[in-house]
């Protein structure tokens, strides 16, 4: 599994990549090298240790969060979402389940758009009234996209939905639920969801543009909640992927469950409960990007091989991972 690091340096240099890379393969760390500054304010360099925003990536986390619930009984894959919601957001379709939700196939109105430029500013108020997916609510009563079940479409909102659904179910806070059910099982020390008003020095502030100071912190939730938002290194990378693979998060039937593409997916972007899963087959995805913030995880059971991105300006992590997807495709044949 020769891997050109050379090139992936060039790449790296070459683009104002600031952010770090970590790739593992059979146990063993092929590549992991930072780039750039996580406080450019005060000339603070990234490390392999930093703990960097993971956007939408940690929409996986909320998958399996609600699968550890689903695996003790509290919530069931087929359960209407109306379980939960009793009177509110009575726009939402009351055929809409909590598998529905995790595919993306629910046809439950988007309160966020996606195709905004990434330094627009998406949600109205001030971004510390966002603490928890009750504070969302208001923002999830839209009429229905489509039918329940009907086809994929990629929405935030349905896991804002998610979130609060396990929150309601479960009596937990959401944070606190992924931090018992999720990152703790998986063992992962320096994964998080942390204020930004006050992150830690291993954080890395999330920069919307190349040698400014202009910070991501009027753009995102003070806190990330169950569409995305937590915090993680490359290294926590491959330790959740390794703890995912084994069923220390969840019972591995129900990884397969999640593992599985989902009716109506993209062919070439399939998607399963929570999880992206690019071809070829056998590879599953954490993928996020947000403003001043953009990660990409990938791992391959099959081959023990895994390959983080995560970068703390917007639009930067691109080119290296464009280089690794084809170094994956070459080792994959």
Not at 16 to 45: K, M, N, S, W, Y
Not at 210 to 232: C, T, V, W
Not at 275 to 299: F, I, N, R
Request: charged share 20%.
């Amino acid at each position: 599994m020769e891997l050109d690091t050379d090139a992936l340096v060039a790449a790296a240099t070459d683009n104002g990549f600031t952010g770090a890379i970590r790739v593992e393969a059979a146990g063993e760390c092929l590549f992991e090298q930072a780039f750039g500054l996580a406080d450019r304010a005060h000339g603070i360099p990234n490390t392999a240790e930093t703990q960097f925003g993971m956007a939408s990536g940690s929409k996986t986390f909320t998958a399996l969060a609600v699968l550890s619930l689903v695996a003790d009984g509290i919530m069931s894959l087929d359960d209407p979402a109306r379980r939960w919601l009793g009177t509110d957001l009575p726009q939402i379709d009351d055929a809409v389940t909590v598998r529905h939700l995790l595919g993306h196939r629910s046809g439950v109105g988007e309160y966020l758009d996606d195709d905004a430029d990434l330094d627009a500013y998406l949600l109205p108020g001030s971004m510390h009234s966002y603490t928890s997916p009750e504070d969302f609510v208001p923002l999830l009563d839209l009429p229905m996209q489509a039918e329940p079940g009907a086809e994929f479409f990629y929405n935030n909102g349905g896991f804002v939905l998610l979130g609060l659904l396990a929150q309601r179910a479960s009596g937990v806070r959401y944070q606190d639920l992924v931090r018992q059910r999720v990152l703790r099982p998986a063992g992962l020390q320096r994964t998080d969801f942390l204020r930004s008003d006050e992150l830690p020095g291993s954080a890395a502030l999330g920069y919307l543009y190349p040698d400014s100071l202009r910070s991501n912190i009027f753009h995102l939730p003070i806190e990330g909640s169950a569409d995305g938002g937590a915090y993680i290194t490359v290294g926590d990378a491959r330790r959740f992927w390794l703890a995912l693979a084994a069923g220390a998060i969840v019972p591995l039937e129900l990884v397969e469950e999640m593992t599985t593409p989902v009716p109506g997916h993209d062919a070439e972007w399939p998607y399963g409960l929570g999880l992206w899963l690019p071809t070829p087959g056998g590879v599953w995805a954490m993928v996020g990007a947000d403003a001043g913030v953009e990660m990409k995880s990938e791992h391959v059971p099959a081959h023990d091989l895994t390959w983080t991105v995560l970068a703390n300006e917007s639009d930067k992590a691109g080119p290296m991972m464009r280089h690794l997807r084809l170094w994956r495709e070459d080792v994959l044949g």
